[in-house]
């Protein structure tokens, strides 16, 4: 057992649903353990510009609802400097803060690895908080089904107007290296095809796909397409694909930042909860350097040195294949 006596908690990276949650379970856990917590504003950057306060049990009423995070957060480039991290490191010491649990993605873990490595006096906790579900260590992220649900929600009001008017259309969503959205979005929407960053696309294939569909009589049909795959953009492929499909009328939508934002799922305010009181209790435990994930339904701690290095997220292979097969 640790002699921990207060601890901190932030987000930082890209906003989750599932964030609030989170930080409320970190905060009644380490109160319900006699510790002190601070929460620190703006990811690193409040670290950096001593931006922290004192949280209590009634910090974190009614926030379980709430999408986004009451923290905020931030991308903060000072905190990749030498200096930016040992002024970060220096408020911290400050503030007695012994223990910090980091709410983010792979960035958010880099800079806790690299500031426990050169700091290693303050333990650190990782929890996987972001919508691209690309952390190894974890099967969900916090926000990916809140994201998942909310493409669903808007391609399915798509699939209307495109059936309607016999369209084609294009829709992105997020996943600049991900495509774990757009795949999960694919398959529930029954996308005609799905591109994604982890595979190249064919175009003329995608093309022929399109013309099958028509002559099956599809009165519709949709294209994903994650802001990360290769092909060139959406706008690009509509217009290479409108150069050769004559029977459908080509549409493009971009679903942007909506994908971020909403109430967190069920799914997202019980992951939320069960990461940020597993997280605690690991730093009461004495660990550190470590993110606590959620594998075959159970709380798993990965050494956050080896989830970085040595592993990288791969999308199930028989998702892939099945969403070809069933979209024909
Ligand atoms: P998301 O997956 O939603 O993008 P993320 O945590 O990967 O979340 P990033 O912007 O990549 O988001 O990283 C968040 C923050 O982590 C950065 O703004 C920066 O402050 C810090 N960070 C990232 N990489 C490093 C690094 N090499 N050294 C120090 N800090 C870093």
Not at 53 to 64: E, G, H, K, P
Not at 113 to 130: H, Q, W, Y
């Amino acid at each position: 057992m640790s002699k921990l006596k207060k601890i901190a908690v932030l987000t930082s990276g890209g906003d989750a649903p599932g964030m609030n949650p989170c930080i409320r379970a970190v905060v009644r856990t380490a109160i319900y353990n006699n510790l002190e917590v601070v929460g620190i504003r703006q990811g690193y950057q409040g670290m950096i510009d001593n931006n922290m306060y004192d949280m209590n049990t009634r910090s974190v009423s009614n926030i379980l609802n709430l999408g986004g995070t009451i923290l905020k957060t931030a991308r903060c480039l000072p905190f990749r400097t030498d200096e930016g991290m040992e002024l970060a490191y220096k408020n911290i010491k400050a503030q007695g803060i012994d223990g910090i649990v980091v709410i983010g993605g792979d960035g958010t873990f880099t800079g806790a690895l690299r500031f426990s490595k050169r700091f290693p006096d303050i333990a650190v906790m990782g929890v996987p908080g972001t919508i691209d579900n690309d952390l190894y260590g974890s099967t969900y992220t916090l926000g990916f089904d809140t994201a998942t649900n909310t493409v669903i929600e808007a391609i399915d009001k798509i699939r209307d107007t495109a059936d309607a008017h016999d369209r084609l259309f294009f829709i992105e969503v997020m996943g600049r290296d991900s495509g774990a959205i757009a795949l999960r979005a694919g398959i529930s929407c029954g996308a005609e095809a799905i591109l994604l960053p982890e595979r190249a696309t064919a175009i003329d294939e995608l093309i022929e796909n399109l013309k099958a569909g028509q002559f099956n009589k599809k009165s519709s049909s949709i294209v994903i397409v994650a802001e990360g795959d290769k092909s060139g953009g959406v706008y690009d492929l509509a217009e290479r694909v409108r150069g050769q499909i004559k029977f459908y009328d080509i549409k493009v939508t971009i679903l942007g930042h909506l994908q971020r934002g909403g109430s967190p799922s069920a799914f997202d305010r019980i992951l939320g909860s069960r990461l940020g009181f597993a997280a605690v209790n690991a730093l009461i435990d004495g660990k550190s350097r470590m993110m606590v994930g959620l594998e075959a339904n159970h709380i798993k701690l990965t050494d956050l040195e080896e989830a970085l290095t040595q592993h990288t997220y791969k999308l199930e292979d028989d998702l892939m294949q099945m969403s070809e097969i069933l979209s024909i």
